[in-house]
Every structure is written in structure tokens, then in C-alpha cells.
């Protein structure tokens, strides 16, 4: 079952930048697609990116498309999410999340949270001046 902790949050003003990381000690780490969900107050959790075990195909919603990167380091079992321009609204719970895919694959399934398997506990990002 793979764990994974993520870390790199904290306060920025509008604008400003950010990176996070997700990382585990599983040694199966590159067996796994990850992906990153955040929750703002009173909403749903919703996708935001996510990489395929390979590195090579990632996804992005639309309200982090250009301003977002996620990239991965098999090497260093860490996938990183660094976020640029950021917003008020980016505000919120930033989770990592994986599941099973096989290793160096190149498919992604939906960036939808019941397609994950294994969550973290998050990391807060608050975006205020």
C-alpha cells in the first residue's frame, strides 16, 4: 500500500510562487500514477494535475492550465507541483494522491478522485496579502 506525504506548503502573497512535493520511501514508487487535489473551505475536492508513472503525460484543470507544472523524480521518489501566478482562489488543502498503473506507463486515468487510491494528509496553501 502506498504511502506518500506531501510538504512545501504554506502563506504566499497573490502572485507569488510556490512548490510542492509528494514524496514515499516505497521502492515501487515509479509503479504508480500521482496525482494533486486540493480542497478550499465549503467546497469539493477537486483534481488539479497529475503524471504518469513514466513522467511522460500529465493532465491539468483548467483553472491551473499555464501557471501550474507537475514533473516527477523516479530517482528521488518525489513528484513535485509547482505553482506560479498565484491566486486567492488557489487557497485550500493540497493532497497527493496515487494508484496502481504499472511501472513506466504512459496512460492517465481521469483526474477524478475516486480514481486514486492512496491519499496523503495534505498540505495547506494559503495565497493572501
Known amino acids: 500500500q502506498l504511502q506518500v506525504v506531501e510538504s512545501g506548503g504554506g502563506l504566499v502573497q497573490p502572485g507569488g510562487s510556490l512548490r510542492l512535493s509528494c514524496t514515499t520511501s516505497?521502492?515501487?514508487?515509479?509503479?504508480?500514477?500521482i496525482g494533486w487535489f486540493r480542497q478550499a473551505p465549503g467546497k469539493d475536492r477537486e483534481g488539479i494535475s497529475c503524471i504518469s508513472s513514466r513522467g511522460d503525460s500529465t493532465n491539468y484543470a483548467d483553472s491551473v492550465k499555464g501557471r501550474f507544472t507537475i514533473s516527477r523524480d523516479n530517482a528521488k521518489n518525489t513528484v513535485y507541483l509547482q505553482m506560479n501566478s498565484l491566486k486567492s482562489e488557489d487557497t485550500g488543502i493540497y493532497y497527493c494522491?496515487?494508484?496502481?498503473?504499472?511501472?513506466?506507463?504512459?496512460?492517465?486515468?481521469?483526474?477524478?478522485?475516486?480514481?486514486?487510491?492512496?491519499w496523503g494528509q495534505g498540505t495547506q496553501v494559503n495565497v493572501s496579502s
Open positions: 516505497d521502492r515501487t514508487f515509479d509503479y504508480y500514477a
Open positions: 494522491a496515487g494508484y496502481y498503473s504499472g511501472r513506466f506507463t504512459s496512460r492517465l486515468r481521469p483526474l477524478r478522485r475516486y480514481e486514486f487510491d492512496y
